[in-house]
């Protein structure tokens, strides 16, 4: 595609509900990010995928989130039991190496835990 | 640990006043410094990065390490620059980015 594909746009679910975001990279890049913003703040990061492999999962807050790429593309970030402070708009990015190269982001989804 | 700090939430000019909005850092090493930019309904995209020390949209920043700071400036603002800024650092050989809080520059007439 055109860019960084990223579904539902919208997702509101219960507290303590399993909830699955869905990231589609621009074709052909290998590195992927997660990354979550909350009201009045930047980004902060998630996850970062190299291939299939997690290269760096420093920023999940607990072990409630997890995060997959099993074919090196599209990327699904899980989260258990949510819980209302998981509210925030979840980003995902994708570059065509990592390193430093540029960061291309998708729309987000916005996920409100009631 | 890396840190990123964008001192103003808002900052609102005029029509054809100079910009700078204003970005400081903490890192103790080499960092490289990104500004991203997101206007109202699109989604975040890269202004510029220091290491191609280029302008873009009539915006320059330059690396002070010795103030440890990456100033985003303009000359004359333009209506169309009103959008949210972000200020940003990857450390080292890691690849993630660390962001400020953002600035929401407003140019009004």
């Known amino acids: 595609g055109a860019g960084v594909s990223q579904t539902p746009s919208n997702k509101v679910t219960e507290k303590g509900k399993y909830v699955e975001l869905r990231c589609d990279p621009i074709s052909g890049h290998t590195a992927l990010y997660w990354y979550r913003q909350s009201l009045g703040q930047g980004p902060e990061f998630l996850i970062y995928f190299q291939g299939t492999g997690a290269a760096d999962d420093s920023g999940l807050p607990n072990d409630r989130f997890f995060a997959v790429r099993p074919e090196g593309s599209v990327s699904t970030l899980k989260i258990q039991r949510t819980e209302r402070g998981d509210s925030a708009v979840y980003l995902c990015?994708?570059?065509?190496?990592?390193?430093?190269?540029?960061?291309?982001f998708g729309n987000g989804t916005r996920l409100t835990v009631t | 640990a890396q840190r990123v700090t964008q001192p103003e939430k808002l900052l609102s000019v005029f029509k054809g006043a100079p910009v700078e909005l204003k970005c400081n850092y903490s890192y103790s090493g080499s960092p490289e410094l990104f500004w991203y930019v997101q206007y109202s309904r699109q989604r975040l995209q890269l202004l510029l990065r220091h290491i191609s020390r280029e302008s873009i949209k009539g915006f320059t920043a330059d690396l002070n390490k010795g103030e440890t700071s990456f100033h985003l400036k303009k000359p004359f603002a333009q209506e169309e620059d009103s959008a949210m800024y972000y200020c940003?650092?990857?450390?080292?050989?890691?690849?993630?980015?660390?962001f400020g809080t953002g600035t929401r520059l407003q140019v009004t007439l």
């Open positions: 990015a994708s570059s065509s190496t990592g390193g430093g190269s540029p960061l291309h």
């Open positions: 940003a650092l990857t450390a080292g050989t890691a690849s993630k980015l660390t």
